[in-house]
């Protein structure tokens, strides 16, 4: 045997070469380990039936839309049932007749946007910005619209029957259930 075999490893190559040899091999793991849960996340956040084109009325029901821009989405009459939009920039969009019972906009940015029977039952609209917004007929029963701007909003004939308005900006007037037309006028269409 040589002199060297009888040497251990550790100090034939010194500390440091084997703390660098450590670090090399678990940033190694750390990078197929990031690479296959960002390949899993983007497999399985946004799958083929949330794609925001498509023939219309849109289908995105339970999707998790947040972060996805919907600039070029036609979501008029869309189904967006269970949907998270939160924090969505829907600013002047057309969302008349959206079917969106039970999905999130917290936080979102509906200013301007039409919203004309849209049924909006139970949806988490909390902290979301609709100033002028167009909510002629729509249901919002049971919506939570705590802290949100509906400043200048134009809520004829919208149903509020449940709906939570803690600390929401509202229109000098609003409608408390389907037959009122108290609001004032938007120039909605």
């Known amino acids: ?7 251990p490893l550790r100090e034939r190559i010194g500390p440091w070469a084997i703390g660098a040899g450590i670090l090399v091999i678990l940033g190694a793991v750390a990078w197929v380990a990031s690479a296959t849960a ?3 996340h983007a497999s399985t956040s946004t799958p083929s039936k949330c794609a925001v084109t498509g023939p219309s009325p849109l289908r995105l029901d339970g999707c998790d839309l ?17 949907a998270q939009l939160d924090g969505a920039q829907l600013r002047h969009k057309d969302l008349q007749g959206v079917k969106a019972s039970g999905a999130s906009f917290a936080g979102a940015n509906l200013s301007w946007a039409s919203l004309n029977g ?22 919002l029963q049971g919506a939570d619209l705590r802290w949100s701007n509906l400043r200048r909003a134009d809520l004829a004939g919208a149903d509020l029957a449940g709906a939570r308005l803690t600390g929401a900006a509202m229109p000098t007037k609003h409608a408390r259930h389907p037959a009122a037309t108290t609001a004032p006028k938007s120039g909605c269409t």
């Open 38 to 40: 960002a390949a899993h």
């Open 118 to 139: 849209a049924d909006l039952d139970g949806a988490n609209l909390q902290g979301s910005n609709l100033h002028r917004a167009c909510l002629q007929g729509a249901n």
């Open 66 to 82: 947040r972060g996805v821009d919907l600039s070029k989405a036609n979501l008029h009459r869309a189904s967006l049932r269970g």
């Open 1 to 7: 045997m040589t002199p060297s075999a009888k040497i």
